[in-house]
Nanobody, 120 residues
Framework: QVQLVESGGGLVQAGGSLRLSCAAS????????MGWYRQAPGKQRELVAT???????NYADSVKGRFTISRDNARNTVYLQMNRLEPEDTAVYYC??????????????WGQGTQVTVSS
């Protein structure tokens, strides 16, 4: 089995920064694309950023220039550095990863979510 464990959420004032981490563990053969999504109250889950195994990145327009996604392949970990946070960034942030295990073809796995709250 695979687990994705997120950390780094919390409460921050507008203009501040937070860094989220998400580590994948289990019977992993290969981790392909990893990403971050978020879901605000009453809204659908939306893409924040993704990063391929070759470090090609993609960002939602709303976070371009403020957020940076990166990964450590040796640790099967993805990071999201969030700067100049705005109250509109308040949401539960979820990581996901496309992972091949020794038991299965590549499948999408999700973390449990971490709360980010930005006060004005």
């Amino acid at each position: 089995q695979v687990q994705l464990v997120e950390s780094g959420g919390g409460l921050v004032q507008a203009g501040g920064s937070l860094r989220l981490s998400c580590a994948a563990s289990g019977s992993i053969v290969r981790v392909n694309t990893m990403g971050w999504y978020r879901q605000a109250p009453g809204k659908q889950r939306e893409l924040v950023a993704t990063i391929s195994s070759g470090a090609i990145t993609n960002y939602a327009d709303s976070v371009k220039g403020r957020f940076t996604i990166s990964r450590d392949n040796a640790r099967n970990t993805v990071y999201l550095q969030m700067n100049r946070l705005e109250p509109e960034d308040t949401a539960v942030y979820y990581c996901n990863a496309d992972i091949k295990t020794i038991f299965s073809v590549p499948s999408l796995y999700w973390g449990q979510g971490t709360q980010v709250t930005v006060s004005s």
